[in-house]
């Protein structure tokens, strides 16, 4: 379970006192199994690329017991309705060549087991490092014939999950290395520029602040393995480049769009900081 | 247009220039010296009692990151940056005035936005839109808010 500075400050907090007696009470679930049977890692050994840690930790550590709770079993998570709707569209043809994704793949269970857990990763025939959804996205316009899915859509944010929940337990293992790495860097030099008038980088407040609070905001590392997020503030599933996006306006920058080179690049780094944490999605923050 | 308008943009432009001249050192023209600024900003003594509305969320949001006890009214105190109990007395005017405007001056790599500059920014957007900046730059606070916190803070005495 994550300690940090902010445990401390929490219960000193004024106003905030309230929300910190959840967070220390002696029943909490210390640890993130699912449905009973999944074993989520949520704290382990930093990856050797990351100098900034020693420890890595699941966004799942830093939310209330309320919260962590509503991801432990299925039919309490309120992303799983969003799942089973891709279920369906996975069954589904669509395109002019007749096909579905099972016409390939077959059951999803099996066909994408491991998938969520190694992407982005690098494509050859592309010759550039895919995002799962671009990959989703070229299945459908090259093999099936219809139409891509808008990139943070709720069509294509739901077969994302369906995808990951495949993979659900698995170490996140990104290749950063070969081919990849160009990408990598990009993404890396991206996490630690300060962007807009407020000259933040992500690495001000998910590497150097993580644990505090900022207003009302219990910071995290900012990792990815539980993505796409069904967000309680507001009740659907977000991509991590819809957060990304976000996190760069919320900085007064122009913002990067979901699915740019940019965007790619950083998740591909920004997942490659949580190699050894567990795939969560369709994981729940608040 | 009517020679009217024009009368009326030339006496603002002249309205705007005259209030510049009176005074007022632009974002560009602040003069740091070991991080601290000497002279006020708009040549005049801040107001203290406008302190806690600059200090809360909506304008300069301090409070996003700093705690200040003597604003209880004030939720959700942020932690990133240091208290700002006593901060009057471990720091002179020159140097309070200095941190709000630019703290990177003093403190190398400091998180803290710089709530007096308008250049060197990147990617810089249209406030909270997302989309890119166009036209002049206007600093998050302007002189006069810069002064009325500085000498807000400098009644934080422990």
Known sequence: MFQGKGALALAIGGALSLIAAGSVVADEPAKLVVNGEIEMVTETEAPAHLDAFDTIYSGWTFRTPETRMLQMDDFDNPAMVFVDQAAEAWDTVDGSEGKSCASCHGDVAEGMAGVRAVYPKWNEAAGKVRTLVQQVNDCRETRMGAEPWKYDGGKMVAMESLISVQSRGMPVNVAIDGPAQSTWEQGKDLYYTRFGQLELSCANCHENNYGTMIRADHLSQGQINGFPVYRLKNTKLNTAHARFKGCVRDTRAETFNPGSPEFVALELYVASRGNGLSVEAPSVRN | ?158
């Open chain 2, 1 to 158: 247009m009517s020679a009217g308008l024009w009368l009326a943009l030339a006496g603002g432009l002249l309205g705007a220039t005259m209030a510049q001249a009176e005074g007022v050192v632009a974002p560009s023209d602040v003069v740091f010296e070991d991080g601290a600024v000497a002279v006020s900003l708009t040549g005049a003594p801040g107001n203290p009692e406008n302190g806690p509305d600059i200090i809360n969320k909506g304008s300069g949001n301090c409070i996003a990151c700093h705690q200040v006890s003597a604003l209880p009214d004030l939720a959700f105190q942020g932690e990133i940056g240091p208290p700002l109990d006593g901060v009057g007395d471990r720091w002179s005017e020159a140097q309070l005035r200095g941190i709000v405007a630019n703290a990177k001056m003093m403190f190398d790599e400091s998180m803290m936005p710089a709530f007096y500059k308008t250049e060197g920014f990147i990617r810089l957007g249209d406030e909270f839109t997302g989309k890119a900046h166009a036209g002049e730059v206007t600093p998050i606070l302007t002189a006069e808010q810069v002064e009325d916190v500085v000498a807000y803070l400098l009644t934080l005495k422990d």
